[in-house]
């Protein structure tokens, strides 16, 4: 699994983004796939993930309404679509990737495959 995130950039409160995280790997499909945050000085959070089996979807309270979670298993890349930004939401965004064994689910770490990153700054 290799993960790349893209599709971070300025926008305005209020805006939208589309993030997209592909991965080169042939295994995509059978991994909950998950997206995260880090704002400056503070902890990484949880912001979405989508299950690999029914694509079932699960989103932090903080975003919920607002950003949508997909996957498309044809393409191996799963997607964020960000609307109503908000400065708060100004964080550097990882895609991971975890391999749904034992207890582990797309709310409950860990995560076995991290990309890049990908900077999303929210003016107001």
């Known amino acids: 699994v290799q993960l790349q995130a893209s599709g971070g950039g300025l926008v305005q409160a209020g805006g939208s983004l589309r993030l997209s995280c592909a991965d080169s790997?042939?295994?995509?499909?059978?991994?909950?796939m998950g997206w995260f945050r880090q704002a400056p000085g503070k902890e990484r959070e949880f912001v979405a993930a989508v299950s690999w089996g029914d694509a079932r979807t699960y989103y932090a309270d903080s975003v919920k309404g607002r950003f949508t979670i997909s996957r498309d298993n044809a393409k191996n890349t799963v997607y964020l679509q960000m609307n109503n930004l908000k400065p708060e939401d100004t964080a550097v965004y990882y895609c991971?990737?975890?391999?749904?064994?034992?207890?582990?689910?797309?709310?409950?770490?860990?995560?076995?495959?991290w990309g890049q990153g990908t900077l999303v700054t929210v003016s107001s």
């Open positions: 790997g042939r295994t995509f499909s059978s991994y909950n």
């Open positions: 991971a990737a975890q391999r749904p064994v034992g207890t582990r689910g797309p709310t409950k770490g860990p995560y076995d495959y």
